[in-house]
């Protein structure tokens, strides 16, 4: 009689299980139809701007200033995301000798020029937290001394190209409204409410939400051996394209960075000081470009989509190479603190485009300039 019962609810469990299977199923290839029909090309090669988005940046702006006060580290302002930095070094990044035209743009025209740089490694959470904590990893670059008219017209003594990069592909959010609805519910310390902000199912973002656990990633052995990407689009010339920088250990000299004691807060600068300073060995990257196909499905207004490399190919313009140094000063750590990067700091040629990118334009400049006028006040 009991072993009859157990029978009998072995095979119950078993159908309700294989009914799950079935249902999972049927809601994976539904979803990968639907993935198909929706992100095809063709694609447009202009920016689309919709109606209300200087509005939803005024707001934006207002919530980031407020996460600005909220994190402040003892008695400096730090920055509303990317606070904390590796270090900040000195870097040459010279553009390829063997350039087919149409990558001959901007800072890449001239083949071979090797430019003076800066570049600020950081982790992406707006509080410095312990490198081992799951988090996106920023590489900042600067370029100096770099001739023509700058973007934005206040800036143009400046004489700098930025690239401002995290170590993932895609970003967790499409647009600036998505983007403001959801930043506002995690300044209000509602994370589930960030991705899902009603009952509807429709506006649920689980696709978002899984780019945002892929991104914060666990750390890296050292910011020299990690990927870093654009992710949003920028001009290149007539085209437009993303950009991503990759080591390059070849163009350096063999070098296997002893263990670092990941335990420790900051173990990721103790490893550029280790490879840098310590053994004196020079890291080395490429600088690609991924230039849009417009017949594929590689769209300028939404930055959670991912520009396949099977559509367009990242196709190298220049090689970055950090010299050994000595850059972990408290001065020069403080410099790195007072530096600003911003993608609208640059030329016409590789001007910032899609909705995140206008958004970014004016957040960055009042976020940064907010923290430098608290700082300056100390
Ligand atoms: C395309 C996606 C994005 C990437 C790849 C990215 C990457 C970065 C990186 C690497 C930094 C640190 C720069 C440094 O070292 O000084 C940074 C800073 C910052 N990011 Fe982003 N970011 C992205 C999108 C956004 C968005 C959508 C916002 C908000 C609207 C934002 C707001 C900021 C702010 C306010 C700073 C600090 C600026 C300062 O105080 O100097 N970022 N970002």
């Known amino acids: 009689m009991l072993i009859t019962l157990w029978l009998r609810l072995g095979a119950l469990l078993l159908k309700t299980l294989m009914l799950l299977a079935l249902i999972a199923l049927l809601g994976w290839a539904l979803n990968s139809a639907w993935s198909i029909w929706r992100y095809q090309g063709p694609v447009s090669t202009e920016e689309q701007v919709p109606p209300g988005e200087a509005a939803m940046t005024q707001d934006i ?16 302002y730090l920055r509303d995301a990317h606070a904390k930095a590796h270090g900040c070094v000195k870097a040459e990044v010279q553009v390829l000798e063997q350039l087919t035209p149409p990558l001959r743009q901007g800072v890449f ?41 700058q973007l934005l017209k206040e800036q143009q003594g400046r004489g700098e190209q930025d690239f401002v990069m995290f170590n993932h592909p895609n970003f967790f959010v ?28 429709r506006t649920w973002q689980v ?32 085209a437009n394209a993303k950009f991503r920088v990759a080591p390059d250990p070849d163009s350096c000299p063999a070098y296997n960075l002893p263990p670092q004691n990941q335990a420790l807060p ?39 989509i991912e520009w396949r490399e ?19 000063t408290p001065q020069q750590n403080l410099q790195c603190d007072n530096l600003s990067f911003n993608p609208w700091f640059g030329l016409e040629a590789h001007r910032p485009i899609g909705g995140i990118n206008r958004l970014r334009k004016a957040v960055y400049e009042a ?7 608290r700082n300056a006040e100390q």
């Open 61 to 76: 702006i207002q919530t980031a200033v407020r996460i600005v006060d909220q994190h402040r580290d003892n008695t400096r």
């Open 310 to 328: 099977s559509d367009a190919p990242f196709e190298t313009v220049a090689r970055i190479r950090i010299p050994a140094q000595d850059f972990d």
């Open 367 to 373: 976020v940064s300039d907010y923290r430098h006028s």
């Open 207 to 238: 696709r978002h939400l899984f780019i945002a656990l892929a991104t914060l990633s666990p750390p890296p052995a050292s910011p020299t051996q990690t990927r870093y990407f654009s992710v949003s689009p920028y001009k290149f010339g007539g």
């Open 109 to 149: 025209a001239e083949p071979g020029k090797t430019w003076q740089a800066m570049v600020r490694l950081s982790n992406g959470n707006a509080y410095p937290q312990f490198d081992s904590i799951r988090d996106a990893r920023g590489m900042a670059i600067k370029l100096l001394n770099v001739p023509g008219t």
């Open 174 to 201: 499409s647009d600036v409204a998505e983007y403001r609805q959801n930043v506002a519910a995690q300044a209000d310390g509602k994370k589930v409410g960030a991705f899902f902000p009603g009952w509807d199912p």
């Open 266 to 304: 900051n173990f990721l600068r103790n490893a550029l000081n280790q490879q840098l300073s310590t053994d004196r060995v020079p890291a080395c990257f490429v600088l690609q470009v991924q230039r849009q196909d417009p017949s594929h499905y590689m769209p300028i207004e939404d930055t959670s």
